[in-house]
């Protein structure tokens, strides 16, 4: 999932108030104005994304899992614990290889960040085999995409595994892991407001640690051109790293795009704030940003059964890209696969044939 779900006690649409006040904002803004490449950089300014750098990059510690070579990573962005992060190649492979900042999704699990797509020496826990069985089709995405030949960087991001808050946790019978998420269900919305009033964005804070990332995976003598790939929130990532980061040679976003006139009322409590940095909605619409990196190489993979999206929207936000994509053929490739909120099997390797034809 993007998000977790509204729980007991939220506030259900409602439905004309928020048609009408739709209809206002939308006469005196001008709301999802037909956009031009101007967009990146005036999204990244409303989004206050922060210009933050990986150092002192240390090697925690190295291992080998049969085919694969893995290293554990940390480094400091300059605030808060340290970020951890794996990064995992073909074992006994020589030369730079096409390199892949696999970004973890939200899904309402915090307690975790690269663990959900990304395997380690300790192997997963039941909580994220619990998720990956739901979502993933079973499997950690990163280490699949590190043995077709790619160097995976997987890391933690602002408030997820090690760079997650310390909370005050509830008792009870639920795993540790369980009762943390639990309560930082509860602790998102604090996290925007401190955002906001420092002049940043959650969205903003999360891609300036993406950005950051991905330009130390780039930087690194093994490895040659880098994209990214995500699902859900990890999915919403990916779209801002391409968005803001004109050095990413290919990006995949995973069931994470609609219009967001199409999502009013009913699919807007289902999301995380990241997805609502902002002002964006007076510079363009979600697709729009999607699709300003254009005519760069984007696939977007949508779930048709997604709950967390309306169809209508999914299918405008096609609309919207294939049009800035109009003069880039073959540059835009959408996937519409009758599932459910998902990357199952199937997608991922559609996603990592389409990586490998634009990264190798």
């Not at 990214?228 to 990532?237: E, H, K, T, Y």
Request: hydrophobic share 45%; net charge negative; glycine share 10%.
């Amino acid at each position: 999932m993007s998000a977790q779900t509204a729980g007991p006690g939220s506030v259900a649409p409602a439905g004309p108030v928020f048609a009408e006040l739709a209809g206002i904002a939308a006469a005196q803004f001008g709301i999802y104005p037909v956009v031009g490449p101007e967009l990146r950089a005036a999204a990244r300014d409303a989004f206050g994304v922060l210009d933050l750098r990986a150092d002192d990059v240390r090697v925690e510690r190295t291992w080998t899992d049969g085919d694969l070579a893995g290293e554990e990573l940390s480094w400091s962005v300059g605030f808060g614990p340290r970020t951890r992060a794996f990064l995992l190649r073909p074992r006994d492979v020589s030369g730079p290889l096409p390199g892949v900042v696999a970004l973890h999704c939200h899904a309402g699990m915090k307690w975790v960040g690269k663990e959900k797509i990304a395997d380690g020496p300790e192997g997963p826990s039941p909580e994220v085999r619990r998720l990956r069985d739901d979502i993933y089709g079973g499997r950690a995405f990163a280490n699949e995409l590190a043995r077709r030949g790619f160097a995976v960087l997987a890391h933690d991001v602002f408030v997820w595994g090690s760079r997650r808050f310390p909370l005050d946790l509830e008792p009870g019978e639920l795993s540790e892991a369980d009762r943390y998420d639990r309560a930082a269900a509860q602790h998102e919305h604090v996290v925007a407001k401190h955002c906001a009033v420092l002049g940043t964005s959650f969205a903003g804070v999360v891609a300036g640690e993406d950005l950051a990332a991905a330009a130390y995976l780039r930087s690194r003598p093994d490895v040659g051109p880098v994209g990214c790939a995500g699902l859900s929130g990890g999915g919403l990532r990916a779209a801002l790293l391409g968005a803001f980061d004109p050095h990413m040679s290919a990006v995949v976003v995973a069931a994470m795009v609609s219009s967001y006139r199409d999502m009013l009322d009913a699919h807007i409590a289902k999301h995380t704030w990241m997805l609502y940095p902002p002002g964006l909605p007076r510079l363009g619409d979600w697709p729009d940003l999607v699709a300003a990196r254009a005519p760069a190489p984007l696939m977007v993979q949508y779930a048709t059964r997604d709950e967390l999206f309306p169809a209508p929207g999914m299918r405008r936000a096609h609309a919207m890209i294939g049009e800035r994509y109009r003069d880039a053929p073959g540059a835009y490739e959408a996937v519409f696969a009758d599932v459910p909120h998902s990357f199952d099997v199937p997608m991922q390797e559609r996603a990592f044939d389409w990586l490998a034809g634009h990264l190798r």
